[in-house]
Structure formats: C-alpha cells, structure tokens
Nanobody, 124 residues
Framework: LQLVESGGGLVQPGGSLRLSCAAS????????VAWFRQAPGKEREGVSC????????DYGDSVKGRFTISRDNAKNTVYLQMNSLKPDDTGVYYC??????????????????WGQGTQVTVSA
C-alpha cells in the first residue's frame, strides 16, 4: 500500500484547504486512515482518523469543529477538509493507514503505511 498526499500550500489565517490522500497498490477500504502533522521543532501529533467503513471518526482537540475527515473508497482516497485555519496549524501533514478493523486511532504505532507528507503553511 502506497500513500500520496496532495493539496497542501500557503493559506492566510481563516482560510481553507482540502488535503487528499490517494492510495495505490492495494484497496484502502480495509484500512483506517489517519492524518498526522508535525510542526517545526515539535513532535508529530494525531489530527484525525476515519474507520474503514467511514462510520467512525476522531479528531485531535486542537482541530475539533474546524477539520472534517471523509473518504471515498471507490476512489481509494481520504480527504481532510481544513477550515478556519490558524498559524498553529502550520506543519507537514502525513496520512497513514492501518488495519484497525472498524476502529479509529490517533496513535502512530497503529499505522504501518505512511505517505511522504505535504506542507501546510498558514501565514498572513
């Protein structure tokens, strides 16, 4: 399973971006998919996760109410809609997939397949 993120860029505070995580080499429908991010000088943190069926989602406290995760299994793609962006959202965003049955998780150790990351910069 290979994962490729896209959709990052530079956006002003209060703006929006939609990240995509496209999978190849295997079907994504059997995997939970999560987004993590790492800001300069900080540890990587869990942002959001969606279960294989899409029936369960989880969010980090800092993004609740602003970010929405979704998936289109027919397109083998997971999305992260990010609204009301803040400078603190700046970082490299990674998607990751793990065979979590139908659960969600924000623990890195639960995910074995990772993308290369996409840069998100929120600045005026």
């Amino acid at each position: 399973l290979q994962l490729v993120e896209s959709g990052g860029g530079l956006v002003q505070p209060g703006g929006s971006l939609r990240l995509s995580c496209a999978a190849s080499g295997s079907t994504l429908q059997y995997y939970a998919v999560a987004w993590f991010r790492q800001a300069p000088g900080k540890e990587r943190e869990g942002v959001s996760c969606i279960s294989p069926s899409g029936g369960s989602t989880d969010y980090g406290d800092s993004v609740k109410g602003r970010f929405t995760i979704s998936r289109d299994n027919a397109k083998n793609t997971v999305y992260l809609q990010m609204n009301s962006l803040k400078p603190d959202d700046t970082g490299v965003y990674y998607c990751a997939a793990g065979p979590l049955w139908d659960f969600v998780s924000l623990k890195e150790s639960d995910f074995g397949s990772w993308g290369q990351g996409t840069q998100v910069t929120v600045s005026a």
